[in-house]
């Protein structure tokens, strides 16, 4: 399978825990993308890297969020002190100097 | 502020017809337009997507038509399958700054047998 793949797809989490999720894209894909999905809604920008250099971030990334991709190829979005609003639908998209952005399967967070 | 808005929220056709799902964008800075399909519990599949130089793109059995001076565009989906019953969302970017997806509220479409 060479599509993008997220870990963990599912994660269930108690309110105030830090939670960790990873971001494989596609190969030689140079940009890569995290957007949040509620229930029920479309999909929100949260951030951007284009390789490695984190271009931008949306208002919607508060401090509690945080996400890197070393040597620009896999990523990982970090939530700390987790709040019940935090859960949703995390997915993760990539692109090769190009529009056309493919997203993974997505890691639903549930906190408790 | 909702930049895309798309309707109708839900949609239910007979197997062989056309469903139509519009969106509607403000700002006039976006430069493409794609439409995404995402099934239960899965991530969104890119479908089709269209630039604003032209009014009409097919593939298959997807047609995008695209009204610039209107800013709005929509989906047609001939000979509706009940395979085809899926969450779509069109989205916008703007190509040289980044690309990042503004997508609309989504439509719950329904094929019945």
């Known amino acids: 399978d060479t599509g993008v793949s997220q870990d963990p797809r599912h994660k269930i989490t108690k309110r105030g825990q830090n939670v960790t999720f990873r971001c494989d894209p596609i190969s030689e894909h140079n940009r890569l993308y995290w957007y949040r999905q509620t229930l029920g809604q479309g999909p929100e920008f949260l951030t951007y890297f284009q390789n490695e250099a984190q271009l931008e971030k949306s208002r919607l990334l508060s401090d509690r969020f945080s996400a890197e991709r070393p040597k620009g190829s896999f990523s990982t979005l970090e939530i700390q002190r987790t709040e019940q609003g935090d859960s949703a639908m995390y997915l993760c998209a990539s692109s090769y100097h190009r529009a056309e952005q493919f997203f993974g399967p997505g890691t639903r967070l549930t906190v408790l | 502020q909702q930049q895309v808005k798309q309707s109708p929220q839900s949609l239910i056709v007979q197997k062989g017809g056309i469903p139509i799902i519009n969106c509607a964008y403000e700002n006039t800075a976006f430069d493409y337009f794609p439409w995404y399909q995402q099934f239960p519990g899965k991530g969104p599949a890119l479908l089709i997507a269209i630039r604003p130089d032209v009014s009409e793109k097919k593939e298959g059995r997807f047609t995008i038509s695209f009204n610039k001076s209107a800013k709005q565009f929509s989906l047609h989906i001939m000979d509706s399958q009940p395979g085809d019953s899926a969450t779509y969302f069109c989205?916008?970017?703007?190509?040289?700054?980044?690309?990042?997806?503004?997508f609309g509220g989504g439509t719950r479409l329904m094929v019945k047998p």
């Open positions: 989205a916008a970017s703007i190509n040289n700054a980044g690309n990042m997806l503004t």
